[in-house]
């Protein structure tokens, strides 16, 4: 089976246990599964995804099946007689017992190498501090004093307020647009460092399979490598509770060929100032900076 | 013991009780205060389902219509604290109240004034939290999960909610006690620990789960205190703690939390499904060790809670390891449960029906859960709608359900009452599509990518939101059919006979119709126990 056909099962499938399949007339009604991302990672993870959600099916299948079978079978109304001898059998209490150990084993093999991927942070290209804030995000390119704020952009902020009157339907990309997006070549293992100046956010975008929390005094890693061809705008957002506006930190990340990524480093190190003057950052971290952290305890 | 025995004399055989506000407000009997347990966590029920109603009216539509985020995280937050401690555990409490004592033979519970006591922590702990809701900055917006730092910003509700939770936890460590006493010292002579039915079982397991785990959460909220008021930095980098510190002690109460919740509910769906397929328990031994083995993993999963905040390679790993595990001997209970219906000779009862949903759902409950514990994956899924999905469909349709099943079980020999078959169905089936429709959506939102405790979403989420939110409507007000179906059996139903169900064993059902004040004041003969037990 190809994976467009198999996407396209599961979503079905999906759709099917919603039991509301023929809804899916309208477009929006089809995003019913995680999408599979334009990452090494994002894919790994999403064909985990499908391997369990599978053998989630097949096992409902046969509890369910079962269920079903016995209430439909032995119906008082259809004349079952109860059998009150069937108390216990140690014989079927090892067999449910083994075989759901044996598929856990199954499932626990794939998942843990996916795993260990996600942990190899070697040999990252680029290295961006992300930093969170109530409620952007701060963008640091290190080493190359590049560094920016990143926030929602003006339509959904005006658009957003309660009683504003703008139909959301009428903004582009309501919610999911910000002022100064991250730029990343396509192609290059990026290295995200994570931390968070005032409460802990969740830098997530889904399309490249991963998120992470941004700790005030911690910092925390991940990486992604943006497949070759795959240009483009990913949206996510704060994933975290954050406080009064949480819902209203997204994240863009603009993917772009590495002679387009370096062009455009170096028009921000010459100052263009299209995405954000660095001297609107505050002063001074009130929280210690990377060098200055104990090793975090985070075990 | 003493008092209970002078108390038995002095009431002779007669059901004597005070009347009036005495009667509740110094009550010492089981039944009295296992049903203020009841209609309290009846009233939070609607109180906190109120909360979740704003918070489905306002994602409705994409763009903020009628509530300031701010007010939203209040609701996320008091709907969950609400809901939790004001409706599930204390309707626990009031159903082991009622049954536990005549389950294993007793005259009531072992600690009648600690029982009082535990009761009465409840109004004024639930008062103090309500009460935030009108003090300057608002409710706690933080999340019941109350992480710092941003708990740390809420405002006058801040100690009124920590206290909140003191009273919260004192309250079920006292209840969890007089169930632990009752069960090993009050049971009638003859009645083992292996004869006592599956919901006392699962009980004291709960039981033990609570006196482990409320003290870490108190120690845990008091660290939060000082942290707000006498300038200790547990939680605060700058001073050299750690915020994730706070997440691992409190996942370390929250997580049996989770099984406190739900123990409970595997009790009584063990009572219900053999009543109803006419057959004894399958397989009532490796029913008790796999409650027992739940408990225990519960101790070592916390920090799946957890798996974006950064942990070692190998922490992870166990972590997903030992969740995964839990799959073993749910399944094991869940297989029984098949084995137990099947040739049996099974009718639908509105106990029976809201006992095979929750079979059904919280089995579904359990498969989410089991992708949720697969680290990669829950990157994904880590705090988006898919989580909300998963918990719901093992707490509404898993606990809520079987609370309202074991309601409608016991209700005749509680009140010697039926209560309307034809309106427990309406109401069933109502409740089964609504829970459906509300929550099922929710994992579809997840996985496209919404997080949760988000008032405002963007456009591609509108159309799940749109079905969860009228699923929401269509839960909601069936509610109110389980308040009127229970009113209007108290008053006006058809006599219940002494074993309205014809396929109910235990203890309970030996006892007259309605049950006597002081459920067995002399304890069960022998016989009575064996024809009573069927396992």
């Known amino acids: 089976m190809t994976r467009h056909a198999r996407t396209a099962l599961s979503a079905t499938a999906f759709a099917i246990l919603g039991s509301l399949a023929p809804l899916a007339a309208h477009a929006e009604w089809g995003n019913l599964n995680m999408p599979v991302g334009v990452t090494v990672l994002s894919k790994e993870i999403h064909a985990l995804h499908m391997t369990m959600f599978w053998w989630c099916v097949a096992i409902g299948v046969f509890v369910f099946g079962w269920m079903i079978w016995s209430l439909v079978a032995f119906r008082k109304s259809q004349g079952a007689k109860p059998d009150t001898t069937m108390t216990h059998s140690t014989k079927a209490e090892i067999v449910w017992t083994v075989i759901p150990v044996v598929i856990l084993v199954i499932m626990a093999i794939p998942a843990a190498r996916t795993l260990i991927a996600i942990e190899d942070t070697r040999n990252t290209e680029i290295s961006i501090k992300v930093t969170g804030y109530q409620w952007k995000w701060h963008y640091d390119y290190l080493g190359e004093d590049v560094k920016f704020f990143s926030s929602l952009a003006r339509a959904s902020d005006e658009a957003r307020q309660l009683g504003s009157g703008v139909n959301p339907e009428s903004v582009e990309n309501y919610l999911r647009d910000v002022d100064n997006p991250l730029v990343v070549p396509e192609d290059t293992k990026v290295r995200v460092l994570l931390t968070a100046q005032d409460v802990i956010h969740a830098w997530w975008v889904p399309a490249f399979g991963m998120k992470k929390d941004a700790i005030p005094g911690n910092v925390n890693e991940l990486w992604f490598k943006v497949e070759k061809g795959k240009t483009g705008l990913y949206r996510g957002q704060c994933a975290e509770l954050c406080g009064r506006d949480h819902g209203f930190m997204p994240i863009v990340v603009k993917v772009v060929t590495k002679d387009e990524y370096r062009t455009w480093l170096a028009g921000q190190k010459a100052g263009e100032s299209t995405p954000a003057d660095a001297s609107s950052e505050p002063a001074a971290d009130s929280s210690p900076t990377i060098a200055a952290l104990p090793a975090a305890p985070q075990g | ?353 809201f006992a095979i949903a929750f079979l059904f759902l919280f089995t579904l409950g359990g498969f989410s859960g089991l992708m949720l514990a697969i680290v990669p994956a829950d990157f994904q899924y880590h705090d988006s709608y898919f989580v909300v999905a998963h918990f719901h469909y093992v707490l509404v349709p898993g606990a809520v359900f079987a609370i309202m099943a074991g309601v409608y079980y016991w209700l005749p020999k509680w009140t010697g009452r039926m209560y309307n078959e034809k309106i427990g169905k309406l109401h069933f089936w109502l409740s089964t599509i609504g829970v459906n429709v509300l929550f099922f959506p929710q994992h579809f939102l997840g996985l496209a990518g919404m997080p949760r405790r988000i008032p405002d979403y963007s456009t591609q989420f509108a159309d799940w939101n749109m079905v969860s939110s009228l699923g929401a409507s269509l839960f909601g007000f069936s509610q109110l059919l389980f308040v009127y179906v229970i009113w209007s059996a108290v008053r006006s139903g058809e006599k219940a006979a002494d074993r309205p169900w014809e396929g109910a064993h235990g203890l309970e059902w030996e006892l007259p119709t309605p049950a006597p004040y002081h459920s067995w004041e002399t304890p069960p003969t022998r016989s009575v126990i064996s024809h009573g037990a069927m396992h």
């Open chain 2, 1 to 353: 013991m003493a008092n209970t025995a002078t108390h038995d004399h002095a009431h002779d055989h007669h059901d004597h009780k005070p009347h009036g506000l005495k009667r509740w407000l110094y009550a010492t009997n089981h039944k009295d205060i296992g049903t203020m347990y009841l209609v309290f966590a009846c009233v939070m029920f609607f109180l906190g389902g109120a909360m979740a109603l704003v918070i489905r009216a306002e994602l409705f539509q994409p763009g903020l219509q009628f509530v300031d985020p701010g007010f939203y995280n209040s609701m996320t937050t008091m709907h969950a604290l609400l809901m939790i401690f004001g409706a599930v555990m204390p309707a626990w409490t009031g159903l082991a109240n009622w049954m536990v004592p005549m389950q294993v033979g007793a005259p009531d519970m072992a600690l009648p004034r600690l029982n009082n006591f535990s009761f009465w922590l409840l109004p004024f702990a639930f008062t103090l939290l309500l009460l935030t809701l009108f003090v300057p900055g608002g409710a706690p917006a933080g999340g019941w999960t109350l992480y710092p730092p941003l708990s740390l910003q809420a405002g006058d509700s801040f100690p009124l909610t920590i206290f909140a939770i003191h009273l919260m936890g004192i309250s079920s460590i006292l209840g969890a006690i007089n169930v632990v006493v009752t069960i090993l010292n009050m049971r009638a002579p003859g009645m083992g620990l292996l004869n006592m039915p599956l919901f006392c079982w699962t009980w004291l397991i709960t039981a033990y789960l609570l006196i482990a785990v409320m003290p870490v959460l108190a120690g845990a909220v008091t660290m939060l205190l000082t942290d707000y008021f006498f300038g200790t930095s547990f939680f605060a980098a700058s001073g050299g703690g750690d915020p994730v510190m706070f997440q691992h002690i409190f996942w370390f109460f929250g997580h049996p939390e989770v099984y406190i919740l739900i123990l409970p509910a595997f009790g009584v769906v063990s009572e219900i499904i053999p009543t109803f397929s006419r057959k004894p328990l399958f397989g009532y031994e490796s029913m008790v060790y796999a409650t027992a083995s739940i408990a225990f993993l519960s101790f070592i999963v916390w920090a799946h809670h957890m798996f974006t905040v950064g942990m070692p390679l190998a922490g992870q790993l166990f972590f997903m390891l030992s969740t995964m595990l839990i799959a073993v001997p749910t399944g094991v209970k869940v297989f029984n449960w098949c084995a137990t219906m099947w040739k049996g000779s099974i009718s639908f009862e509105t106990p029976m029906l």
